[in-house]
């Protein structure tokens, strides 16, 4: 089966890509979607760590791609996302709605921009431990805005936790709005805790389809990758609880990071 990993985050001191590799085969991972690390201040920054990041994955681009991580209200933040998607291969981008709402207008030549680049966008949403009091920014009902720029195709981390019912009342809206694509899918990143990870799962299965949700589990890396290896065991036993085929345990694990995040390059 193959597994893809939609959420997993950078820090300093990348490793050589083979000690990645190597995790990734213990934990029986096809490919991870590999985020830049966050700037929140600094173009050039930015651009030095979407940098680090092409370096990683283009050791083993079958295998690694990027997510550049970018902070839409730094000025000349359009022509680096450009750049990084046109030029660099990055597979798609990800955002923290980062003390600003997606429905502000000076956001607008951002959506347009992403609209014209067909832009697959990783958003966090749910609670937010970092960022000071930024959670409230991140709640999922702010992306209906995105319903005016379809061509942009879009992912709620998380399930939004603790708006799990509102991140589908958002899918909902994007299904119904009747635009050519449902825009749309829902990260299943922890998130979500124990006690109600599984009925969140199920309630989005029920509500979306399995073709709507992708794994994600949040690791970090140079580290070795544990904390995923034990996520895959969870979920996928959450999955034969749930009672879903092969089929479907496919798209969930991977299915559905490949249609919004396809390799590039």
Known sequence: MRIVDCHVHTVDGITDAAAILNAMDRNGLTRMLVM?????????????????????????????????????TLPGMGGLAREALCDLDFAGIKIIPDHWYA???RLEPWWELMHELKAGILFHTGILYG???GSRFCQPVYLEKLLHYPNIR????????????????VMGRMRAVGNPQWQSYIDMTPGTPAYIRKQAIANAISFCGVERLMFGSDSV?????????????????????????????ERLFSGTAEELFPPRG
């Open 36 to 72: 830049s690390k966050l700037e929140r201040n600094s173009l050039q920054q930015t651009r030095r760590n979407l940098l680090d990041t092409k370096k990683l994955c283009d050791a083993a681009p079958d295998r690694l791609s990027g997510l550049a991580w970018l902070e839409p």
């Open 221 to 249: 890396i140079p580290s070795d990758l544990k904390h995923q290896g034990e996520l895959v065991k969870r979920d996928g036993a959450l999955f034969d609880e749930l009672g879903l085929s092969a089929a479907q345990k």
């Open 103 to 105: 429905t502000e207008p």
């Open 131 to 133: 960022h000071e009091d």
């Open 154 to 169: 879009f992912a709620m981390a998380h399930i939004s936790w603790p708006w799990c019912d509102e991140c589908l009342a």
